[in-house]
């Protein structure tokens, strides 16, 4: 999988695969929008969620069903696939479908995670843990290179602030650069509102333009973002997704900056 630009590569697509229909209608927007722009795209979603505040929350349409679609808008639509991984076990559930595992900012120091998606040679995106500072994602990659795998990502995804808020220090992406591997921004994540008292949590999406064009001046390698085409009925973190329709914009302001 090659993520070689001149400007930067997304990864983006809906939080968790929702249906077949959806994913799909997701996926091909997307690489339309990414074709004209030329800019490399990663198609992205979780088979599950093991990470929800609330008993009752949304976690999967059943892994199997879930995985067997992203396998199908991989080979249908010609796209490199990501999605996420909880617990060691799931690495081989996924490694002959997806191009990159996803390590969630909550498991960042999970070192038998880390060291079995390194195991399986595909590409590791680390989501930095909202807890850790830049520094100390070194230590994080390091466990995934002792198994000679050196396809490593660094994701920036903000700092906790508080109990309900998040904060991003853009001398994060410049930190972690030094280690010599593809830096991400979540700009999606990153306005995000955890611990809410309803259980599900906030977002502030009007901040994803500011902080995404921040993360392009500061020298990022790629944006991720989730997306949806109406994000007020979506099953998982609704509150901070981009509408769908406005991706292209997104898109085209950040492309201008890169220049």
Request: hydrophobic share 40%.
């Amino acid at each position: 999988m090659n993520i070689k630009t001149e400007t930067f590569f997304l990864i983006a697509g809906p939080c968790v695969v929702e249906s077949e229909e959806l994913c799909f209608e997701v996926a091909e927007q997307l690489k339309n929008i990414t074709s004209e722009l030329n800019i490399p795209f990663v198609f992205k979603a979780s088979y599950k969620k093991a990470n929800r505040s609330k008993l009752n929350a949304f976690t999967t349409i059943g892994e199997e069903k879930a995985l067997q679609i992203l396998a199908n808008i991989k080979s249908k639509l010609e796209i490199p696939i990501l999605t996420d991984v909880h617990e060691t076990t799931d690495c081989d559930k996924v490694k002959d479908i997806v191009d990159v595992i996803q390590i969630p900012a909550f498991l960042c120091r999970q070192t038998e995670l880390l060291i079995a998606a390194g195991k399986t040679g595909k590409i590791v995106n680390i989501k930095k843990g909202q807890f850790v500072n830049a520094e100390m994602m070194r230590f994080a990659a390091e466990k995934i290179s002792s198994t000679n795998n050196k396809n490593i990502w660094l994701t920036e995804r903000g700092t906790q602030f508080g109990y309900q808020d998040l904060i991003v220090d853009f001398r994060n992406i410049q930190l972690m650069k030094q280690f010599g591997f593809p830096v991400i921004f979540d700009a999606t994540h990153s306005v995000q509102q955890p611990n809410q008292s309803a259980g599900v949590s906030g977002g502030k999406p009007e901040f994803i333009e500011t902080l995404a064009k921040c993360a392009i001046v500061s020298g990022v390698d790629g944006i991720f973002l989730e997306t949806h085409p109406n994000p007020s009925q979506a099953l998982s973190d609704g509150a901070n997704m981009l509408p769908l329709n406005e991706v292209k914009s997104l898109l085209e302001k950040l492309i201008i900056l890169k220049k």
